[in-house]
């Protein structure tokens, strides 16, 4: 009996920073049930999904920056989400900026599954970009002012029936991401993305951000024997022209499924977990063919040494 999850990726187009979350729950929700309409068991949404990508904008007092946050999960404002999700009978992945009790700051993502309760919960572990305000960019993306980086991981959980995995933006271009889950048996990963087209540090990679996307996602995929989800909030947010490309990629590494366009847009295909096997029980059998004992500078370095 093959395991074949249905999944959405759904790409949103910009929220700017007028959009109230209660309109962008109402895109959700849009997004949720043309999900029914197509048979999905999981919809997956954007990093940060409930607001604009408040990070390029650097406010010197953070505190000011503490109603682009939740403090809850479900909140009043979110509930409709969980629940028209559960009367769908529909499972979701949602990213938010967290604000916890004793004040901590983490660029997160949830997995909700079918009967609505919250399985899984991950902290964004690579943060990118800057912790000082730059004045001189074109627009911030302080990142690492506004969210501190997880110490827990990634983990994999028993959901959907199947191993599923957590990733958020920035993660899916360091290839221990994937293959931290894959030693703990992931066959999905499902990750969000706010991905600006120009690159401040090196402009020459803004014309590649599709192709450095696609390859990051393929190559996670493939060499891990996973499905890999990756969902955008895309299009001109602020000003500031982002990716959009969301995809479905599948164990070999094949795009099965592309957004067209950079607007709220769902895509779907029919996931088979058991494809994964073809991969981690052959050419990447880890068990048989990995040399962790050579493998030393990758977790006792950080930065390059020359010996
Ligand atoms: N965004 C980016 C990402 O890794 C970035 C950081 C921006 C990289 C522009 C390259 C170009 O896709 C997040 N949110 O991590």
Redesign the pocket.
Known sequence: MSRVITVGAAQLGPIQKEHTREEVVQRLLALLRQAHTSNCDLVVFP?LALTTFFPRWFLDNITDADHWYETAMPSPVTQPLFDEAKKLGIGFCLGYAELTDDGRRFNTQILVEKDGSVVAKYRKVHI??HETNEPDRPFQ?A?RYYFEPSMEGFGVWNAFGSRMGMM???DR?WPETYRVMGLQGVEMILCG????IH?VPDPS?DIL?GFHNALVMQSGAYQNGTWVIGVAKGGVEEGVDSLGQSMIVAPSGQIVAQAFTTDDELITARCDLDWCRRYTGTLFDFDKYRRPEVYGRITSQRGVVID
């Open positions: 990093e990118p970009g993306h990142e958020i933006c920035n271009r993305y706010n991905t600006p690159y990679q951000q």
